[in-house]
């Protein structure tokens, strides 16, 4: 398996602790109201599903690994082509209910494959 595979893993944990450091504390209302918050979040995701789907063209049994990996990649691309129509809701959504999940899954793989 090619370094640069684990290396997308630490990008997605890098952006997936920095969407939680971005958001603790808030809640949906100022995560909202904050055009720095929900732009920086919304970044984040995009490094996210951006790995995944480098990872995914590289290994895709590795990317089969991580749950909803399809889903999260879709979002990337929502993010990025449908950003007139993000709404708020769903990416608040996304950073407190599914992050931790995919964060769980990429320490496993991290651990188990070592670093870059």
């Not at 209302?29 to 920086?40: C, G, P, T």
């Not at 984040?44 to 690994?65: S, T, V, W």
């Not at 082509?81 to 964060?103: D, F, N, Q, T």
């Amino acid at each position: 398996m090619p370094s640069d595979v684990r290396s997308f893993l630490w990008d997605i944990q890098r952006a997936a602790e920095a969407i939680d450091r971005f958001v603790a504390g808030l809640d949906m209302r100022a995560y909202s109201e904050s055009d720095v918050v929900h732009s920086a979040v919304e970044r984040k995701f995009e490094i996210i599903g951006e790995a995944l789907g480098q990872i995914a063209k590289r290994d895709p049994d590795l990317a089969g690994r991580i749950p909803d990996f399809r889903e999260i990649i879709a979002f990337r691309n929502i993010l990025i082509h449908g950003y007139a129509s993000i709404a708020h809701e769903r990416v608040w959504e996304a950073a407190r209910a599914s992050l931790p999940s995919l964060r769980a899954a990429v320490a496993a793989l991290l651990r188990e494959l070592g670093p870059p």
